[in-house]
């Protein structure tokens, strides 16, 4: 398999006024990240995956490969609380020509790390596709430890991580990893820290801001490829100022999606319960309205 690198964007699953899962907007946005160079990874965090069915989630995946038509590589988000059904989601998508797929750590348990080790192994030996570790520990109550890492990317078919903790300390130790361990990579989460995580040896990374501004996200691994650093830290810089801003207002996949249907109404609202105060959303509207890039 060739390697996995550049920019992907974790985009939002559109729905209708049933809060159905709109197919053709889906579409819509996994041609609009084509056309701007990124990649694709569906139903992510940014995706709601927490609030889609088995059957929706494969549903996506399919859509997402089938809309994405080769131009760019499609990851699949296959995390779920069991080990058992994490696999089974896994069986369900593999075979739809995704990439690889990532799995958050198990949520509502308190997971110990010998058991995230048997988790993550189990998912792997049973997959055919690659697998990406998933850490989320905010979302799920569950971290994954660098040295688990470390145990866990001896495993043939676990190629690397996607880190979404937060911290520049959490990303650098999973890049230390990365550094001993041909075969497993670093996609970097938290869109604060692209340029950071390229800069120290990231192949990439997975954002929900992308779904804002695909042009900036594009432009930041392009000018770090090129050696323009100057300009990577200018795009670098209006990312992490619009997740400053967005993120104080509340829960980012929701703010994210709000602010792309202020810009493009077909994506819908999140699926309940969320619900966004008016004062709250007039502040989501003007924040769009000066960031949002259209493809």
């Known amino acids: 398999m060739s390697k996995i690198t ?3 964007v974790a985009i939002v699953t559109p729905f209708d006024g ?4 709109a197919v053709a907007a889906l579409r819509r946005q996994v041609e609009r990240q084509a056309s701007a160079g990124n990649g694709v990874f569906c139903a992510g965090t940014n995706g709601e995956f927490y609030a889609l069915s088995f059957e929706e989630k494969v549903q996506v995946a399919e859509v997402s490969v089938e809309a994405a038509a080769g131009r760019v590589p499609v990851l699949a988000h296959i995390g779920e609380v069991s080990t058992h059904q994490t696999i089974a989601l896994g069986k369900a998508i593999q075979g739809l020509g995704v990439k690889a797929v990532s799995a958050i750590t198990p949520s509502f348990i308190a997971c110990s790390q010998a058991e995230l080790v048997d988790h993550y192994r189990r998912v792997a030996d049973a997959l055919t596709v690659p697998l990406y570790l998933y850490n989320i520990p905010a979302r799920t109550g569950n971290t994954l430890d660098p040295q688990t890492a470390r145990v866990l990317a001896e495993h043939p078919n676990i190629i690397g991580i ?5 911290s520049q300390d959490s990303l ?13 990579d670093v996609l970097v989460g938290p869109d604060s820290l692209v ?3 390229l800069r120290n040896g ?6 929900g801001l992308g779904n ?3 042009v900036t996200l594009n432009a930041i691994h392009a000018a770090f490829l090129r050696g323009d650093l100057d300009a990577a830290e200018t795009y670098q810089a209006r990312f992490s100022a619009l997740r400053k801003e967005l993120y104080a207002l509340g829960f980012p996949p929701a703010m994210v999606k709000r602010a792309l249907c202020h810009a493009m109404p077909e994506v819908g609202w999140s699926r309940g319960p969320t619900l966004i105060a008016e004062d709250v959303n007039r502040s989501i509207k003007e924040i769009a309205a000066r960031y949002a890039e259209a493809v």
Do not use: I, N
Request: net charge negative; glycine share 16%; with cysteine.
């Open 212 to 214: 804002l501004c695909p």
């Open 6 to 8: 550049g920019p992907f």
């Open 195 to 197: 340029l950071h995580g």
């Open 18 to 21: 049933d809060e159905r899962v």
């Open 202 to 207: 990231a192949v990439g990374c997975v954002s």
């Open 172 to 184: 650098d130790g999973f890049l230390a990893v990365a550094r001993e361990r041909d075969g497993f």
């Open 162 to 166: 996607k880190d979404s903790a937060g």
